[in-house]
Each structure stands twice: as structure tokens, then as C-alpha cells.
């Protein structure tokens, strides 16, 4: 399966943002579908996954971001809300199709979008 991210920007501190992640080449309704992103300078950080009927989250984002998805139109999205200057960097998605891997591990994923960047000013 291939991935496109898209929908990052400028954006001020306390703003929303939706990055959508668009699928081609199969159905993405038997893979997991995971967010990361890399912020200049850090390794790649995990954010937010659906694993079958399982949505998972990392701390610094559950209460802030939302991950749904749309199997049918073969898209992912990333709901940012409250956004803060130290939420920069490129996002991606993310996904694999297997079960039983360690999820919150950029190592699992096979496919992998371009990225998208998200700029948060103060």
C-alpha cells in the first residue's frame, strides 16, 4: 500500500489542525494504521494508532489529538487540536498489515507516507 500525507501547515499556538493520509494500491481495512512525527533534531516519535478495533495513543498527544479512519474511502486522518510550538515537525503515517508487532514501534511499520509538515508559532 502506498501513503500520501497532506494537510500540515503554519498554524498558531491553541489552533486545530486535520492531516488526512490517503491509500492506494490495496484496501487499508486489514492494515494498522499509525501517525508518527520527527521534530528537527529528535528521533521519529510515535502518536497515535488504530490496531484492529484498538485506537492507541502516546501521552504527550491522547488528549489532545484523534485518530479516525475511513476504510472505505481508504483514508486515514489526525485530528490536532491545541496545538503548541514544541508540536513541529514533518508528520507521518504510517502502516502494516501483520498483527502481533510492538505498535508504538516505528520499526513494525512497512509503508510509509512522504510526510507532511506542521509548524506551530507562538
Known amino acids: 500500500v502506498q501513503l500520501q500525507a497532506s494537510g500540515g501547515g503554519l498554524v498558531q499556538a491553541g489552533d486545530s489542525l486535520r492531516l488526512s493520509c490517503a491509500a492506494s494500491?490495496?484496501?487499508?481495512?486489514?492494515?494498522?494504521m499509525g501517525w508518527f512525527r520527527r521534530a528537527p533534531g529528535k528521533e521519529r516519535e510515535f502518536l497515535a494508532v488504530?490496531?484492529?478495533?484498538?485506537?492507541y495513543y502516546s501521552d504527550s498527544v491522547k488528549d489532545r489529538f484523534t485518530i479516525s479512519r475511513d476504510n472505505a474511502k481508504n483514508m486515514v486522518y489526525l485530528q490536532m487540536g491545541s496545538l503548541k510550538p514544541e508540536d513541529t515537525a514533518v508528520y507521518y503515517c504510517?502502516?502494516?498489515?501483520?498483527?502481533?508487532?510492538?505498535?508504538?514501534?516505528?520499526?513494525?511499520?512497512?509503508?510509509w507516507g512522504q510526510g507532511t509538515q506542521v509548524t506551530v508559532s507562538s
Open positions: 504510517a502502516a502494516y498489515e501483520n498483527g502481533g508487532r510492538r505498535w508504538s514501534s516505528e520499526r513494525s511499520y512497512d509503508n
Open positions: 494500491g490495496r484496501n487499508i481495512s486489514s492494515y494498522s
Open positions: 488504530w490496531v484492529g478495533a484498538n485506537i
